[in-house]
């Protein structure tokens, strides 16, 4: 398993397969009740199923998860899906975490 302590505040470089999956997520968020209310639940599962989705049941899926989960930042209050999805984008777009 990879080490994740960094040294620095500094956002990490995403990594193609996690630009990808950011897309995928937005995707599902946006068109898939977007003005509904988003949850730390939904995010986490969703990471969680679009890296199986993409890498299977395997410890590269599990890297890719984590990474997802890394890259999106927490739910913020009174955040719809929709609204969630397009910082999802920007952050993508950016091509660093949100950490």
């Known amino acids: ?6 040294a620095t505040d500094t956002p990490a ?5 996690t630009r990808l999956l ?3 997520l937005a995707d599902t968020l946006q068109t898939q009740r977007a003005n509904a209310p988003m949850h730390e639940a939904i995010r986490a599962a969703r ?8 890498l ?16 999106a930042p927490p739910v913020g209050p009174d955040q719809t899906r929709g609204q969630y999805a397009a910082t999802l984008r920007l952050i993508a777009a950016q091509g660093v975490s949100a950490e």
């Open 13 to 17: 470089p995403l990594t193609d397969t």
């Open 56 to 71: 299977g049941d395997t410890e590269e899926a599990y890297d890719a998860e984590q990474d997802l989960l890394a890259a």
């Open 1 to 6: 398993m990879r080490d994740r302590i960094r």
């Open 47 to 54: 990471c969680l199923v679009l890296a199986e989705q993409l």
């Open 22 to 24: 950011l897309g995928r």
